[in-house]
């Protein structure tokens, strides 16, 4: 009777463990034997790899997909097991597919700002995932990342929503470095090895990179019978492009020197403390006006005026802010730094960005609030520290009532007493905890 509820009791707490859908394919679904073969070997790699990318925090959701083009209510319904090794024509790729639900302004946003987004924001950690794991296999020749996202745009006076589908092929050698690399320019040079597919058609990722597709070269002899492509690859990598650059007797993943030349790296920015003063000169005079006419909806910290400061590498206008909340909303510090969002920053987004028109060079902003709880006794009052680092294409979306607040929040980062954490504001606000 003991053994009895000892099992019962594993059994419900299993039953109580969410379960987390496979997002590899099993070995014996892939018709190809070698792919098969290789599916096998690497099973273990795949499933950490797998773990990485799903757990990865995206700024919009993001799934692991056998399809392309479908509803988040679609996707949340679908077999989201991606992740599989595939053979075309001879070439083996480690094949990646997902949907990402951000929905991009045509407006705010060109076609190459929307695709070095995803690929900075969903292939790079994809990659980062994948390729040290898979480093030291010699039948692997490349990475293929197939990723559809959303662009937004006006038609007729109507928003319509349409997806754009991402396809990169990035050599196994190439692969490895990007992922182990720190700097920006270090992983331009290593992409100019790469091909970008946007739609079917060749796309330059990054300034100086070929956009064309390899040219077909004269056949010297009859070619070789080629076996029909295995079902586990997708229209997305096999496009038009892919497939002439294939059946030219090219491996998908690599250029020649002429048409990828080498990218010079870009010159590192200037983001030290006299560069962000003279950048500030000019803006000054703005930024005396916007605290005379925002002081009392913003409760600008009187000696800590607005200020360009350098975070990650991009430059932020920081606005010191305090936030006085009322005594009932005390609670957790997500709580607090959720209701400060959602009482306060958020009141103020429109109104700032009014003043901070297409031209700035600045390339975000940071509203930094200290946040008062008075005490519902006698007590001291509870302060933290909020920061609010938000990116300024973003906001303009945000202004346009093109995105909600949660998804600013998730384009950015959010500081509290220092640290950085993820806030989600309804389960946040409802946090009632000390």
Same mark, same amino acid.
């Given at each position: 009777m003991h053994n009895g509820k000892v099992v019962l009791a594993i059994a419900t707490l299993l039953a109580a463990v969410p379960q987390i859908p496979a997002q590899v394919l099993a070995p014996p679904e892939i018709l190809d034997p070698a792919m098969r073969a290789l599916q096998q070997k690497h099973m273990s790699e795949l499933k950490a790899a797998a773990v990485d990318i799903t757990t990865h925090n995206y700024p919009y959701k993001f799934y692991l997909s056998r399809t392309l083009d479908i509803t988040e209510k679609q996707e949340q319904q679908s077999d989201q097991r991606s992740i599989r090794f595939s053979q075309f024509q001879g070439h083996t790729v480690l094949q990646v597919t997902g949907n990402y639900f951000a929905a991009y302004s045509d407006q705010s946003m060109d076609r190459k700002e929307r695709v070095q987004r995803t690929y900075l924001d969903v292939m790079l950690p994809i990659l980062r995932a994948t390729a040290p794991r898979l480093q030291n296999e010699p039948e692997l020749t490349s990475f293929a990342i197939e990723i559809s996202h959303h662009v937004r745009k006006l038609v007729l006076g109507v928003t319509v929503e349409r997806p754009e589908n991402l396809v990169l092929i990035v050599p196994r050698e190439a692969a490895g470095k990007v992922a182990g690399s720190n700097g920006i320019n270090d992983e331009i040079a290593l992409l100019s090895q790469s091909n970008v597919f946007v739609d079917g058609e060749p796309f330059a990722l990054w300034?100086?990179?070929?956009?064309?597709? +390899?040219?077909?070269?004269? %056949?010297?002899?009859? $070619? /070789?019978?080629? *076996?029909? #492509?295995?079902?586990?690859? &997708?229209?997305?990598?096999?496009?038009?492009?892919?497939?002439?650059?294939?059946?030219?007797?090219?491996? +998908?993943?690599?250029?020649? %020197?002429?048409?990828? $030349? /080498?990218?010079? *790296?870009? #010159?590192?920015?200037?983001? &030290?403390?006299?560069?962000?003063?003279?950048?500030?000169?000019?803006?000054?005079?703005?930024?005396?006006?916007?605290?005379?006419?925002?002081?009392?909806?913003?409760?600008?910290?009187?000696?800590? #005026?607005?200020?360009?400061?350098?975070?990650?590498?991009?430059s932020y206008l920081q606005l010191s802010i305090t936030t006085t909340l009322s005594p009932s909303d005390s609670g957790s510090q997500y709580r607090i730094a959720a209701l400060a969002f959602d009482r306060h920053v958020a009141h103020l987004i429109r109104s700032t960005m009014?003043?901070?028109?297409?031209?700035?060079?600045?390339?975000?902003?940071?509203?930094?609030?200290?946040?008062?709880?008075?005490?519902?006794?006698?007590?001291?009052?509870?302060?933290?520290?909020?920061?609010?680092?938000?990116?300024?294409?973003?906001?303009?979306?945000?202004?346009?009532y093109d995105i909600t607040g949660q998804q600013l929040i998730n384009s950015g980062f959010v500081l509290i007493n220092g640290e950085r954490v993820g806030l989600e504001l309804q389960s946040a606000e409802s946090d009632l905890r000390p």
């Open positions: 300034p100086g990179q070929d956009a064309k597709a +390899p040219e077909r070269q004269p %056949a010297t002899q009859a $070619p /070789a019978a080629t *076996p029909a #492509p295995p079902p586990a690859v &997708s229209a997305a990598v096999l496009s038009k492009a892919l497939i002439a650059q294939v059946e030219a007797g090219h491996p +998908p993943a690599q250029t020649s %020197a002429q048409t990828s $030349p /080498a990218v010079a *790296p870009l #010159p590192a920015r200037d983001l &030290s403390p006299n560069a962000l003063q003279q950048e500030q000169a000019v803006y000054q005079g703005l930024l005396d006006r916007f605290v005379r006419e925002l002081d009392a909806q913003a409760h600008f910290i009187s000696y800590a #005026p607005p200020a360009l400061i350098a975070f990650r590498n991009t009014a003043f901070f028109k297409e031209g700035t060079q600045f390339d975000g902003i940071v509203f930094s609030s200290t946040v008062h709880v008075p005490s519902q006794s006698a007590g001291s009052p509870l302060t933290e520290s909020v920061e609010f680092f938000f990116p300024l294409s973003e906001l303009r979306r945000y202004e346009q």
